[in-house]
């Protein structure tokens, strides 16, 4: 698989599949891992992903990198969030700020914690367009590394600013619902429009759409079976789609 900025480029996202159910993890991080993959993003949003992401990396803690997010309002709260990720993980490789919450406040003890050694990056994510402007004046503090927004033929708007911003600063870029939570999926293009574009599915086709914006480090697909990760990994290999065939991914996706 390519490596970029954060390594291989396809992740794994966890939100609405790890809450909860270790054992499952446990099969689809293996999957993950097997096909390649390396960043496992969460949240102490996501129920109780965390803790089974952590039980499902086991002792193959050290192949991965960890990206997960402080959420909370309160700067003692949000250190408890971050006593337990370094209780289930060691350290945290992409420590991200989620939603923008409290962002100013967390980011003088989160770059302590980075110059001591328990964080690597630090990022910021939101999920809505709305706050984008919000999420390029913190980029502009040039105080974070990496920048986590929804990127998908039907949600293209970090198009605008953030990904030249991105570019421009240097900034990492994590693409969240790369399948538009599985909206995209509801149906497949004719076997001929995938042999066109070179792939296998229609998920591998939407991931290498994305992965063909060259400002783009990782997509980070959710799923909760070990058969979906192995096919979204094969969407990290080039060759990358060009000009025409970004275009046909996207008329099918519309
Ligand atoms: N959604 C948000 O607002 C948000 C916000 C912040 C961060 N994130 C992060 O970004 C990650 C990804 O976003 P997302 O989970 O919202 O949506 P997504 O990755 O765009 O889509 C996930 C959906 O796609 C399906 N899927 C995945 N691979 C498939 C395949 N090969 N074939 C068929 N179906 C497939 C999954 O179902 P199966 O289980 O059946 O495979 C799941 O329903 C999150 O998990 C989280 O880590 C999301």
Redesign the pocket.
Known sequence: MEDRRLGPVVGL?????FGGAARLACEVVRAALDAGCRLF???PM?GGAEASLATALGTNRSQARVATKIWCPSGDAAREQFRRQLEWFGRVEVEQVHNLVAWREHLPWLERERDAGRIDLLGV?H?SPRAFGDLADALRTRRFDAV?V?L?PRERECERELLPLAAELGVAVIV???????SL?RRSPPAEALAELGVE?W?EALLKWALSDERVDVV??????PA?AR??ARAGEPPWFGREERRLVERLAA
């Open positions: 996202g966890t939100w609405n599949t993003d969460s949240s996501y994510t999920y986590q929804p998908n969240m619902r790369p399948l538009g939570e599985g999926l599915s998920p980070i697909p959710a799923t909760s079976d979906h096919a979204n």
